[in-house]
């Protein structure tokens, strides 16, 4: 929530099949590659330094991109098994290094493809706050050729033609090389792809890594081992870098999965490069984007880093026995999609819509992940958002409450889709449930790691403990003075005026409306809800809760007109939760004790805005 235009773009027939249900606020973009996967694996990160203040004026931090290219996939096991490889480059806007940034163009025509497959009216904004930063704040100067004194800039190769016509174009050529490559899949076309670098680069020697099983044996065919024998040497990675560890008992684990994608072109007196991404020694990865695979890898000269001039790799002697039947590929297990189906739910206002894209007019049928039916679309609509009937958007919301993914049936075929759920704010969270008085505790705390040890001392003091619970954690708003009570609920809520303004001010409006007017565990609605449902027990505090919370909505309209008019839809629920202020000084008023014309002049005064003393002159 604190970061604006997260988006994360993924095949939308390459999902990960045993998914959670959602809970971060991004956008999640499907798109399709209509000649082959889209399979880069990027991150592209704008950040900027804090304020700084020099002789009393705050200047504000300079902000830089941060380009991380990987062949992880975002997987648990991309992220936390595999061996994989990455490389990160920052590009700091002019102001801060005006140096020429060679490999920008190869930025634009990578989000130009990535437009280009996706929907026609998707919402490109985060894309657009990248494109807007390489065109206004990064150096337009470019280099005329690809090297100088024999070291080569940094560059990124996504597709802009045939791979190995890429390498000869930069004149790898004809360097006396030695060439290794790690790559986990290959094609049917067995040594094609190597052949084709071979010919560009006419390495001296090259070699190829093995992949095998958890039992050692080759994860290729033997027509593709043959291959490839033919014009270079199967290799291994050192055993160090395979090596999970072992368990207390001594068991050892299985070696680990080799994920990397890496060409490496070295010599022995200088001379180290490395192409480190997503593209593996196949065909479609090596095709230009508009005819093959989308893929990113970064060209990386590393020769002056001070690596050992050696081979990573070591040649391995064996004569393997056990071949594959038929050649894995990256893309086993996935369904493909027989049309472009997206379904998508709004948290905001609860409802649900379903897009197809292209001239499909079969019927459709959305069903659970388990196969029963939901709903049956005859006759689809294209090209445009149409809303799902109430009842069925009810059922889906039910769903996303253990899953992101629906089972889509049509001609015979089905396949899982991710669903798209928009207005994450006002999706209920799955952090415990707080009591009113911790969630005020956790609007009272300074820092973000105050608020981390606060949600991990509670998930730990829900945990059971052989069937009992662990009893309720005393916290400072637990007293039972009058300074304890309302001097910590007002505390509490000029800290969450001040967050919900500093959010605002600094552009985080997904922050500022997830506090204001969300349902999440630290939503003042949430609070409000819960304060309702234990009224009972105390209902001054009750009363006095809303009072705070309707001063502060006031004066949050009276300071940001401009945001509350632009998320208006956003505050229906917190404007019928106002509306119970009413009702409960009502309910106090019918106490004997209760002197009414004290009430309503204390409620008049209770909601304006106090101006600060200001001593005499």
Request: negative net charge; hydrophobic residues 35%.
């Given at each position: ?5 997260i ?9 990960a ?14 798109v ?62 002019k ?8 490999f920008?163009?190869?930025l ?29 704040d ?5 280099y ?58 006419t ?19 033997e ?15 050192p ?17 680990r ?101 292209g001239?499909?007019?079969e019927?459709?049928?959305i ?34 409450r ?15 889709i ?55 954690r ?38 500022a ?105």
């Amino acid at each position: 929530r604190e970061l604006e235009q997260i988006a994360v773009y993924y095949d939308r027939s390459a999902i990960a099949q045993d998914g959670l249900p959602a809970q971060l606020d991004f956008s999640r973009i499907d798109v399709r590659q209509p000649t082959g996967a889209f399979h880069p694996k990027t991150i592209l990160l704008i950040v900027q330094d804090p304020e700084e203040e020099i002789d009393g004026v705050i200047y504000e931090g300079a902000k830089s991109l941060l380009i991380g290219i990987l062949s992880a996939n975002l997987t648990r096991a991309g992220w936390w098994e595999n061996v994989e490889v990455c490389h990160f480059e920052e590009i700091k806007e002019k102001s801060e290094d005006d140096s020429r940034c060679p490999f920008r163009d190869d930025l634009f025509y990578l989000m130009k493809r990535i437009r280009a497959i996706s929907l026609p009216d998707q919402d490109h904004s985060a894309l657009d706050q990248i494109n807007e930063f390489l065109k206004k704040d990064v150096s337009k100067e470019q280099y005329d050729r690809a090297s100088t004194k024999g070291r080569f800039y940094t560059r990124i190769f996504c597709g802009q033609s045939d791979l190995s016509k890429w390498f000869g174009e930069l004149k790898l050529g004809r360097k006396d090389w030695n060439l290794e490559i790690i790559s986990p899949y290959f094609d049917s076309e067995g040594a094609r792809p190597l052949n084709e670098i071979i010919d560009a680069v006419t390495p001296k020697e090259v070699r190829v890594h093995l992949p095998k099983d958890a039992e050692g044996n080759p994860l290729v065919t033997e027509d593709v081992f043959g291959s490839i024998h033919d014009s270079s040497y199967w290799a291994r990675l050192p055993a160090e870098i395979l090596r999970r560890g072992s368990s207390g008992s001594g068991e050892k684990f299985a070696d680990r999965r080799v994920h990397a994608k890496v060409y490496r072109f070295w010599r022995k007196h200088g001379g180290d490069i490395l192409l480190v991404g997503s593209p593996n020694l196949t065909t479609p990865a090596f095709n230009r984007a508009t005819s093959g695979n989308l893929e990113a890898a970064f060209l990386v000269d590393v020769s002056d880093m001070g690596f050992p001039q050696r081979w990573w790799l070591q040649v391995s002697e064996e004569s393997p026995e056990n071949f594959l039947e038929e050649l894995p590929s990256e893309d086993e297990g996935v369904t493909e999609s027989v049309i472009d189906f997206i379904l998508s739910f709004d948290w905001q206002s609860r409802s649900a819509s379903y897009r197809v894209d292209g001239s499909f007019r079969e019927t459709i049928d959305i069903c659970e992940v388990s196969g029963n039916l939901i709903h049956r679309i005859q006759n689809p609509t294209i090209d445009k958002w149409v809303p799902l009937p109430p009842e069925v958007s009810q059922q889906i919301e039910a769903i996303l409450r253990s899953t992101s993914f629906l089972l889509i049936r049509s001609q015979n075929t089905e396949w899982r889709i991710l669903m798209r759920e928009e207005n994450m704010a006002h999706r209920p969270s799955l952090v415990a449930r707080l009591t009113p008085e911790e969630i005020l505790e956790y609007w009272s705390l300074l820092s973000s790691e105050q608020k981390a040890a606060f949600i991990q001392r509670k998930l730990e003091a829900l945990e059971s403990l052989e069937g009992i619970q662990i009893g309720h954690r005393k916290t400072p708003l637990d007293g039972h003075t009058l300074f304890d009570r309302f001097a910590g609920l007002f505390h509490a809520f000029a800290s969450l005026r001040r967050n919900i303004q500093e959010a605002i001010d600094q552009g985080r409006h997904r922050n500022a409306v997830a506090l204001l007017y969300g349902n999440k565990f630290d939503s003042l609605p949430t609070l409000l809800k819960e304060r309702l449902d234990n009224q009972g027990n105390d209902l001054v505090t009750c009363y006095l809760t809303f009072l705070c919370a309707k001063q502060l909505n006031q004066a949050i309209k009276r300071s940001n007109p401009d945001f509350v008019r632009e998320y208006k839809d956003h505050s229906k629920e917190l404007k019928c939760l106002m509306e119970e202020v009413s009702s409960l000084r009502a309910t106090i008023m019918e106490f004997p004790e209760i002197d009414q014309e004290f009430l309503g002049w204390y409620e008049t005064h209770f909601l304006k805005e106090a101006e600060p003393a200001r001593s005499p002159v």
